[in-house]
């Protein structure tokens, strides 16, 4: 989460054990570490069964001169850890904040000039703390400029983890180190990262997921243009996973702050700044939280999940006042009893997490192999009701999309069931003679992306040999009120060829004379398209008729049963 970072905002956050061993452990960020950890947030914990606690170290306020610890604070922190401890909980230090002695700068979220400066301070930290801390995070959201003042550089930021790592360990060898939680899942500045020396260097890496105005559910997620989740996204640490798994690094990822605000405010950040709401309901904020904790149980490699935050920080309705699980008067919200729920009794919901199916795509023209000449019309659907656009390409070259209009709300799409995609493309009259590629892609709203293709020919009636032609849906109709007005109706083909067909379809109407059959009317109409022919009768009796084609190159003559009626 993007934040600046005072004194009286650290941050506690806990892990309660999960029913399953494959159940990341939950926890909360709680305030109140300065004073030995407040009697309201001890409450909490305990009462919610959470495991874990996470705080903010600031390295500005313990080593505020040169080689000086403040053991002031030293002695508030064991204080908490000590409390935590007696109930079970384990803690995990996030450090952060360079003294200006250390960076030159009054900003404390300038990095140090020196990496062994960090170092030689985090040593004497695992000295303090040994014996009371489980995991120390190195920095906080260090891929964001608002904490990594200057320029973000991944390499910097890993000259700053290799020096500590070794510090650390040296002191306290079964303490974990992690990654500094990135913004999001920035996968691309932990390969940043890999690129610069970092492998080797840290025990997990640690993500945020409760970036600024995330409004959307855990199982909502979209696709960057090289196919993986984005960063924003609560699915993406699986993107994280697998950059680790790309560098040989088979090791845990800890989901340090995970949570959506209730606020009521609009969006006041980032590219949907005024765009969008920044808060959920408080019903939405409870049914996230179980649906995350259900989606972290079913990836083992996450193994801690910490909520921010235990309470609403103030009675002002803002973004970052709101994350809270109780309200500033003290109560609790419904999301409260969810991560109590899921605390204490583990993950109870089913089935998959997230939408991560391609669309099943079905082409009804052309048929495979068929022949066109002057003329291609495509068509195709998809049964799936979350694809927002298909496109169409011949020999790898888009001729048409369909998409939700412009202006639609976002995730928009459209029922491909109701409405095919459709197009007559003249286009086809450019392509050379010869077999061609007809690809239909289908991309959903979470880019999920499937194609479909299917070939067909362009070929030269001149040089066809003789092609059959038949008639379908031939039909004989009778006024109900006039008898004498009848109609005949039906569809010229010719089943290898999906081009018009030349020449003219001809209807006849004969009548029986005197014991042989007399045309008395007839009519001819284009042989390319859908024929109807209506005629009023010149009198009653016994009558017949037929439709007759009689042939053009390259197609061969056909002709209709006669259909016999009588007219009374």
Same mark, same amino acid.
């Given at each position: 989460?993007?934040?600046?970072?005072?004194?009286?905002?650290?941050?506690?956050?806990?892990?309660?054990?999960?029913?399953?061993?494959?159940?990341?452990?939950?926890?909360?960020?709680?305030?109140?570490?300065?004073?030995?950890?407040?009697?309201?947030?001890?409450?909490?914990?305990?009462?919610?069964?959470?495991?874990?606690?996470?705080?903010?170290?600031?390295?500005?306020?313990?080593?505020?001169?040169?080689?000086?610890?403040?053991?002031?604070?030293?002695?508030?922190?064991?204080?908490?850890?000590?409390?935590?401890?007696?109930?079970?909980?384990?803690?995990?230090?996030?450090?952060?904040?360079?003294?200006?002695?250390?960076?030159?700068?009054?900003?404390?979220?300038?990095?140090?000039?020196?990496?062994?400066?960090?170092?030689?301070?985090?040593?004497?930290?695992?000295?303090?703390?040994?014996?009371?801390?489980?995991?120390?995070?190195?920095?906080?959201?260090?891929?964001?400029?608002?904490?990594?003042?200057?320029?973000?550089?991944?390499?910097?930021?890993?000259?700053?983890?290799?020096?500590?790592?070794?510090?650390?360990?040296?002191?306290?060898?079964?303490?974990?180190?992690?990654?500094?939680?990135?913004?999001?899942?920035?996968?691309?500045?932990?390969?940043?990262?890999? *690129? @610069? %020396?970092?492998?080797?260097?840290?025990? &997990?890496?640690?993500?945020?997921?409760?970036?600024? !105005?995330?409004? =959307?559910? /855990?199982?909502?997620?979209?696709?960057?243009?090289?196919?993986?989740?984005?960063?924003?996204?609560?699915?993406?640490?699986?993107?994280?996973?697998?950059?680790?798994?790309?560098?040989?690094?088979?090791?845990?990822?800890?989901?340090?702050?995970?949570?959506?605000?209730?606020?009521?405010?609009?969006?006041?950040?980032?590219?949907?700044?005024?765009?969008? *709401? @920044? %808060?959920?309901?408080?019903?939405?904020? &409870?049914?996230?939280?179980?649906?995350?904790?259900? !989606?972290?149980? =079913?990836? /083992?490699?996450?193994?801690?999940?910490?909520?921010?935050?235990?309470?609403?920080?103030?009675?002002?309705?803002?973004?970052?006042?709101?994350?809270?699980?109780?309200?500033?008067?003290?109560?609790?919200?419904?999301?409260?009893?969810?991560?109590?729920?899921?605390?204490?009794?583990?993950?109870?919901?089913?089935?998959?997490?997230?939408?991560?199916?391609?669309?099943?795509?079905?082409?009804?023209?052309?048929?495979?192999?068929?022949?066109?000449?002057?003329?291609?019309?495509?068509? =195709?659907?998809?049964?799936?009701?979350?694809?927002?656009?298909?496109?169409?390409?011949?020999?790898?070259?888009?001729?048409?999309?369909?998409?939700?209009?412009?202006?639609?709300?976002?995730?928009?799409?459209?029922?491909?069931?109701?409405?095919?995609?459709?197009?007559?493309?003249?286009?086809?009259?450019?392509?050379?003679?010869?077999?061609?590629?007809?690809?239909?892609?289908?991309?959903?709203?979470?880019?999920?992306?499937?194609?479909?293709?299917?070939?067909?020919?362009?070929?030269?009636? =001149?040089?066809?040999?003789?092609?059959?032609?038949?008639?379908?849906?031939?039909?004989?109709?009778?006024?109900?009120?006039?008898?004498?007005?009848?109609?005949?109706?039906?569809?010229?083909?010719?089943?290898?060829?999906?081009?018009?067909?030349?020449?003219?379809?001809?209807?006849?109407?004969?009548?029986?004379?005197?014991?042989?059959?007399?045309?008395?009317?007839?009519?001819?109409?284009?042989?390319?398209?859908?024929?109807?022919?209506?005629?009023?009768?010149?009198?009653?009796?016994?009558?017949?008729?037929?439709?007759?084609?009689?042939?053009?190159?390259?197609?061969?003559?056909?002709?209709?049963?006669?259909?016999?009626?009588?007219?009374?």
């Amino acid at each position: 989460m993007r934040r600046l970072l005072t004194c009286c905002t650290l941050l506690l956050a806990l892990l309660a054990p999960a029913a399953t061993a494959s159940a990341a452990e939950p926890g909360l960020n709680v305030q109140g570490i300065d004073n030995g950890g407040s009697d309201e947030s001890m409450s909490m914990l305990s009462d919610t069964g959470a495991k874990w606690a996470r705080h903010f170290l600031e390295w500005n306020r313990f080593e505020p001169s040169k080689g000086t610890i403040d053991q002031s604070l030293v002695g508030f922190y064991k204080q908490t850890m000590d409390r935590e401890q007696a109930a079970g909980v384990k803690t995990m230090l996030t450090v952060v904040g360079s003294p200006t002695w250390a960076s030159g700068s009054a900003d404390p979220h300038t990095p140090p000039t020196d990496p062994k400066d960090f170092a030689s301070f985090m040593q004497r930290i695992a000295r303090e703390f040994a014996g009371r801390v489980e995991v120390y995070e190195i920095w906080n959201e260090q891929d964001e400029a608002i904490f990594w003042k200057g320029t973000v550089d991944a390499a910097k930021y890993t000259e700053l983890l290799k020096a500590a790592y070794p510090a650390i360990k040296e002191i306290d060898p079964n303490v974990k180190v992690s990654f500094g939680p990135t913004t999001g899942n920035n996968y691309s500045y932990l390969e940043q990262a890999y *690129a @610069a %020396g970092a492998k080797g260097s840290f025990d &997990a890496v640690s993500v945020h997921t409760d970036t600024a !105005c995330n409004i =959307a559910s /855990p199982n909502e997620f979209y696709k960057e243009a090289n196919g993986r989740i984005g960063q924003f996204p609560f699915l993406g640490y699986r993107e994280v996973r697998a950059s680790m798994l790309a560098n040989g690094d088979d090791k845990p990822i800890y989901m340090s702050e995970l949570g959506w605000s209730t606020t009521k405010t609009q969006c006041g950040r980032g590219a949907w700044a005024g765009q969008k *709401a @920044a %808060g959920v309901t408080e019903a939405k904020q &409870a049914a996230y939280l179980s649906q995350a904790y259900h !989606c972290l149980a =079913a990836d /083992p490699y996450v193994e801690i999940a910490i909520w921010f935050e235990a309470k609403d920080r103030t009675a002002d309705d803002t973004e970052l006042g709101r994350y809270g699980l109780r309200r500033p008067d003290g109560k609790d919200k419904p999301a409260y009893q969810a991560f109590k729920d899921f605390a204490r009794g583990g993950d109870k919901l089913t089935g998959a997490c997230g939408d991560f199916s391609p669309p099943s795509i079905r082409i009804y023209s052309p048929g495979p192999n068929r022949k066109v000449f002057d003329k291609l019309i495509f068509k =195709a659907d998809t049964p799936d009701k979350d694809v927002a656009r298909m496109t169409f390409s011949v020999d790898g070259v888009e001729i048409e999309n369909f998409t939700p209009p412009k202006g639609s709300a976002v995730g928009t799409v459209r029922d491909y069931v109701k409405e095919p995609a459709y197009r007559n493309w003249q286009g086809v009259r450019k392509l050379p003679f010869g077999a061609h590629t007809l690809t239909v892609e289908a991309k959903d709203t979470n880019g999920n992306v499937s194609e479909q293709s299917i070939q067909f020919f362009r070929v030269d009636p =001149a040089n066809l040999p003789p092609t059959k032609t038949q008639f379908t849906k031939v039909k004989f109709t009778k006024a109900k009120k006039n008898p004498l007005k009848v109609s005949y109706s039906g569809k010229l083909v010719a089943p290898e060829l999906d081009f018009g067909i030349y020449g003219k379809v001809e209807v006849v109407w004969q009548a029986k004379r005197k014991g042989g059959w007399k045309k008395i009317h007839g009519g001819s109409k284009n042989a390319n398209k859908a024929f109807t022919f209506n005629q009023k009768l010149k009198f009653k009796g016994k009558w017949r008729v037929r439709a007759i084609y009689k042939g053009k190159k390259p197609y061969k003559k056909s002709a209709t049963p006669w259909k016999q009626f009588t007219v009374k």
